[in-house]
């Protein structure tokens, strides 16, 4: 079994566009469209993830080849040179190698003449987390350009709350994706609800859809997301008090107000709702990566305030 | 299709009292004499709520009173939300 041949498998297709390709701002509120993108961001992201697993069992096999030849040379050493059974290319140093390649190279034979050094891949100095906090809830903002009699809005649409003494807006709500909407007289909309940015994209189109239905001439100007919240788990207790001890210009504290801790964190700029089991809510993030990062910023800093009674 | 020219004569008018009169005794026997209670859980397939009128569309309704069970396919609530609560409900 030859190592480190790049296996092209049949699940690669070609020329369907695998690179990101950023949001179209499109005015149309044609809602197969915007399904039709989402299965295709989807597909990329399961392509990709695919490529990524093709890569690590190639490294696997690639070391696991090599500990296998490793082995085979130590016994060899002494033999001649010329290939045991099936095993070629054959290395000339005895030194145990420990390969495994950089990620992103896949490579190919190991030259025969060049020495063999370690190669290690880059260990960062503190180890990623291996929790990735979870989007429970995305605000965002429409425009949809005109305006809007909102008596008519409630009495034909369905599920449509109006109470024009208590609030001047519609409140109106979908099942998919299970979100909330509060529609303006001036036309701006507000979706809240959705767990994930496209989500969101896709039922603030489903509000203007059924605003146009009714007759206005709804258009969908500057989609923006304004806030998302991610929460996820440390798995350990957390002491509060120390941390707000030591992050007092970032941390306030107080448990007879509320039971977590509330860490302002200055870059991302992100608001962090540290409790003591261990959950953590993050929020006040535009873009997800700002969530990921935050999270990434704090693990080390709670791992040391772990509880350790 | 009956004109209703005649509504503004003596007895149209006494009529139309009484109407009136109805209309404050249902009110009141439904907020303050009535107290038979009627439970009822289904799917909610819409509402809407304008002017403080709500209404509602179930789907798959049981009404469970201690002494019957009525079943529907599908109900259409109209509820009045004001001082004197009151509803009324068509199948």
Redo the contacts between chains.
Sequence with gaps: MTPGIPIFSPMMPYGTGLTPQPIQNTNSLSILEEQQRQQQQQQQQQQQQQQQQQQQQQQQAVAAAAVQQSTSQQATSQQATQGTSGQAPQLFHSQTLTTAPLPGTTPLYPSPMTPMTPITPATPASESSGIVPQLQNIVSTVNLGCKLDLKTIALRARNAEYNPKRFAAVIMRIREPRTTALIFSSGKMVCTGAKSEEQSRLAARKYARVVQKLGFPAKFLDFKIQNMVGSCDVKFPIRLEGLVLTHQQFSSYEPELFPGLIYRMIKPRIVLLIFVSGKVVLTGAKVRAEIYEAFENIYPILKGFRKTT | MAYQLYRNTALGNSLQVILLQFDKAMNSALAQTVRNRVNFRSFLN???????LWSFVLNGVEFREVTELNKADEAKIVACDDKNIGSNTTE
């Excluded at chain 2, 819409?46 to 403080?52: E, F, G, H, L, Q």
């Design positions: 819409t509402y809407r709520s304008c002017d403080y």
